[in-house]
């Protein structure tokens, strides 16, 4: 997955501008075939174009997981 995050300060002069490039994938499928339930897992690194309000370069990583009640057939 591919993200282009971009925001304004308060005042609107600044604007910061971040991208992102990540992955999301379940794990284990196989274990949660006969389950209600799934649990996808993500991660992604991203960093900033252009500087910040500070005048730094931002570098950032997130990574996570979801629980997802699957639908009813």
Known sequence: MVEV???RDQS???RQT???VGIAFLPFPK???HSNFETPVYASFGHSVGR???GEFSTSFTFGFSVIRKPRA
């Open 52 to 54: 910040t309000e500070e």
């Open 12 to 14: 609107f002069d600044n």
């Open 5 to 7: 995050f971009s925001e």
């Open 31 to 33: 274990t949660f075939d």
């Open 18 to 20: 971040e991208i992102r």
